[in-house]
């Protein structure tokens, strides 16, 4: 058997593919390598964790190419992390979002459909409670109101996927990230920002002057989370399609002057902070209520910010160098 890892040069997905690897799967990754952020970091990452994934170049807008890819590889399972990631650069380039987040998660799922693909595991994330939100966000509160057009399109992506499980009886499982960092992960990202400018000596920009709360969770209880709900289909007992959704946070929020805190005691320097206001489309907190994804396939995180936070400081330290 196959199992497809898309988005495969990306943080969680490289991460993924390494521990489907270890444990014996066939995988095949694949990534278009845009440059949302430097693909070199991208091969970086590959080379360092999954040197022996067999990784194709594809774009899931290019409908040809996947489906050759598809009649090529004949993947058992697919586990779809690619997409334009970044609630603010949504703000800036919208069409990106449409051509990734839709056109391909509808090639996407057309090729599952033909191509009788025994489970679907694709990303969504916490951004789709929006306005709605109200801490612990659990998964049957309304995504009807998103703040940003990233998180619009991660609810539509939830959408289509009952759409294709109702019609096609496709079995999807969509899972609902909580700000995930560690080793290795995107630079756009706070942890990666913060620890980057404080180690170097730069300001760091501090939005709604510090009065956020972030899910922080570990990269490890991500890949965790993904391959629990890989192993776990949902239902289909014909009168419910086989559709399931679940959060994957670390359900210990932490403020975000903490969050600054463990990384200047990690760096062993203070930050230069700009105070700034909330930017557009953040919400000023995230909180993962995970009861459904610990009674489905028992997801229990285990590693706090304070513990996992230094090792990605230290890893910036390296891996940038002079660079920071």
């Not at 000596?201 to 991500?222: A, E, L």
């Not at 709900?229 to 419910?240: F, S, V």
Request: charged share 20%.
């Amino acid at each position: 058997m196959t199992i497809l890892v898309t988005g495969a040069a990306g943080f969680i997905g490289a991460h993924v593919a390494r521990a489907l690897l270890a444990r014996g799967e066939r995988v095949v990754g694949l990534d278009n390598f845009n440059d949302y952020y430097d693909p070199q970091l991208k091969r970086d990452r590959v080379a360092a964790l999954c040197p022996q994934l067999e990784l194709r170049v594809i774009d899931l807008a290019d409908r040809s190419a996947l489906d050759a890819l598809f009649a090529e590889i004949k993947p058992d399972r697919v586990i779809n992390l690619a997409a334009q990631a970044g609630v603010r650069y949504s703000l800036k380039n919208p069409h990106a979002y449409a051509h990734s987040n839709l056109t391909g998660f509808l090639n996407l799922l057309e090729a599952c459909r033909h191509g009788g693909i025994r489970h679907l595991v694709y990303a969504s994330s916490s951004s789709v409670y929006g306005r709605n939100a109200n801490a612990p966000f659990a998964e049957s509160q309304r995504i009807d109101q998103p703040l940003s057009l990233y998180a619009a399109t991660k609810a539509a992506n939830e959408l289509m996927a009952h759409c294709y499980a109702h019609l096609y009886r496709l079995p999807c499982t969509g899972l609902r990230f909580f700000t995930v960092y560690g080793p290795w992960g995107r630079p756009d990202m706070a942890p990666l920002l913060f620890s980057r400018a404080i180690l170097a000596g730069r300001p760091i920009d501090v939005f709604n002057h510090g009065k956020m709360r972030r899910d922080f969770t570990h990269i490890d209880d991500i890949v965790a989370g993904v391959l629990g709900a890989l192993d776990h289909l949902p239902a289909d007992d014909g009168a419910n399609p086989p559709c399931a959704t679940y959060n994957l946070g670390n359900h210990r929020p932490v403020e975000l002057e903490h969050f600054i805190a463990v990384i200047e005691k990690a760096a062993g320097r203070s930050a230069q902070r700009i105070d700034k206001p909330m930017q557009p489309g953040d919400m000023p907190e995230t909180s993962a209520d995970v009861a459904r994804a610990q009674a489905a396939f028992g997801f229990e995180p285990t590693t706090t910010l304070d513990d996992g936070m230094p090792a990605v400081v230290a890893w910036c330290r390296d891996y940038f160098g002079d660079r920071l």
